[in-house]
């Protein structure tokens, strides 16, 4: 009998030891301060509910602590959204806020001062000069807000995603033509980064700036269209030329003709954003993140090519 007994706590020795390895490893991710991402269902329909819970659990992967999504009635007011946010989590190591509810993340903080508070998306408090937008460092610009100092503000380094734009246009479209459709004329300063991105990649076509809202006449030889924001418009109209697209939109939403979707949604960002805020979330600031490029290998039929827009739409560049 008790050999019966020694055998089978040998048995299971193995098992204890797994289980204890298990809860040693498991155990600071669930205790660590959750990160709290703000959303809503408007966003959600568009974004992908799926494509959501995958971002999440792979941004908690990377993190290490867990990512919990706080859903809230677009329609809310201020108070009632960062009341929302605070029955989510007693004690988060931090709060993601997308800018439309930048009112809601200024009440929140002031509630809960202690807590990091980060708000991604809206145009920069101010701009940023340099030799060349392909050597730019958009991760070491941190600097006091002048909306909430308490507030980390991660903005969208647009300087750094025209230029990666620009290399890609150039390849797609060869040496054919490249247009650019905004919603609203494109400043000079946002067209050079997207020229040195063309120019990078010994670019000789011709490139056309154009206003959605404008009339466009028909353009032949156009190699590919790069499309942002309200412009999308255009993309319902020209289902045969190459599109490289601004949107944090689902890709099964989009035609085939759209090849690479740059994204800037607060899911994208997510894990970047945490860990260049972190200097910065007791005094507040503003920092720069790239947004996060796809290149929607199923729509590209040579492996090849794609192999080289993947490069292409690398950050250290």
């Excluded at 959605?212 to 309200?230: K, L």
């Excluded at 997510?270 to 507040?284: D, E, H, N, Q």
């Excluded at 590209?300 to 794609?306: L, T």
């Amino acid at each position: 009998m008790r050999v019966l007994i020694t055998k089978i706590k040998k048995r299971y020795i193995p098992l204890i030891i797994i289980g204890f390895v298990i809860f040693a490893l498991g155990a600071p991710f669930l205790l660590r301060g959750p990160l709290l991402v703000v959303t809503d269902a408007a966003f959600i329909h568009l974004y992908g509910q799926q494509r959501q819970r995958s971002q999440s659990l792979r941004t908690s992967r990377e993190l290490f602590r867990r990512v919990v999504p706080v859903r809230v009635d677009d329609l809310a007011g201020p108070d009632l959204i960062a009341l929302v946010v605070e029955r989510a989590s007693r004690r988060p190591r931090a709060v993601i806020f997308p800018y439309r509810y930048l009112e809601a993340a200024m009440v929140y903080k002031e509630r809960r001062p202690n807590t990091a508070v980060l708000v991604i998306g809206g145009a920069p408090t101010r701009r940023e000069n340099g030799d060349s937008y392909a050597r730019r460092d958009s991760y070491a610009q941190g600097g006091v807000s002048r909306e909430e100092p308490a507030i980390v503000f991660v903005r969208t380094d647009t300087h750094l995603d025209l230029f990666r734009a620009g290399q890609s246009a150039a390849f797609i479209a060869g040496g054919n033509r490249v247009l650019f459709i905004s919603e609203r004329d494109l400043e000079e300063e946002l067209r050079e980064p997207f020229k040195e991105g063309l120019y990078a990649q010994d670019f000789t076509g011709e490139t056309d700036f154009r206003n959605i809202f404008a009339h466009i006449s028909p353009i032949t030889g156009i190699g590919c269209v790069v499309v942002s924001g309200a412009a999308s418009r255009y993309i319902e109209r020209n289902l045969h030329i190459p599109i490289i697209l601004f949107s944090w939109v689902n890709p099964a939403l989009t035609p085939r003709t759209v090849k690479i979707i740059f994204n800037d949604s607060p899911w994208a960002l997510a894990t970047k954003a945490y860990r260049a805020a972190r200097p910065f979330f007791t005094s507040g600031g503003e920092i720069f993140i790239p947004s996060q490029p796809t290149v929607l290998q199923n729509r590209i039929e040579d492996r090849n090519d794609f192999l080289i827009l993947q490069s292409l739409v690398k950050e250290n560049l």
